[in-house]
């Protein structure tokens, strides 16, 4: 799979992903995402983190096996689901990655859990605030904790 992001919509019927929707689940750990808002002065970014002071999100995944044609390597590689925004999310973006909670990992993971588990996480399991636009820089070190600290915003 060379793609980052598979649609919850689509996850168990596109050819791309139905295998690896029925096989091949995995649970993806973040302290937090980053969406980018359309403003007057440019793109805004804005950092995501579970609310409530839980210290990690974990996102619905798929993972698969494939063959590097140019090197014949057997490569692993995962992808995100992303859903619908909820509706704090959908005032930054149109997309969010869906969130599952501890008390689905395991359903999702046996894969006794089917499509009806690929909802938006409800408004109040987030919460976010805008951040410096060094974010966008190549030359920003990923380690960098200052990239998720609030700054004020050009356009909320």
Not at 65 to 87: A, F, H, V, Y
Request: aromatic share 10%; proline share 7%; with cysteine.
């Amino acid at each position: 799979m060379a793609t980052f992001n598979a649609r919850a919509e689509t996850v168990e019927t596109k050819p791309v992903f139905r295998d690896a929707f029925k096989r091949t689940r995995c649970l993806i750990p973040m302290s937090g995402y980053y969406e980018w808002q359309n403003t007057p002065s440019g793109k805004q970014p804005w950092y995501f983190t579970a609310s409530g002071g839980a210290p990690l999100l974990t996102a619905a995944g798929l993972w698969d096996e494939w063959k590097n044609r140019e090197t014949g390597d057997r490569l692993k590689s995962c992808m995100m689901i992303i859903t619908e925004p909820n509706g704090m999310a959908a005032q930054i973006h149109d997309r969010m990655p869906l969130f599952l909670t501890s008390d689905q990992f395991a359903p999702w993971l046996s894969g006794e859990a089917g499509a009806g588990i690929l909802k938006p996480a409800p408004n109040d399991f987030l919460q976010r605030w805008p951040v410096s636009q060094r974010v966008n820089s190549s030359k920003a070190d990923a380690d960098d904790a200052t990239l998720i600290e609030r700054v004020e915003a050009a356009i909320t």
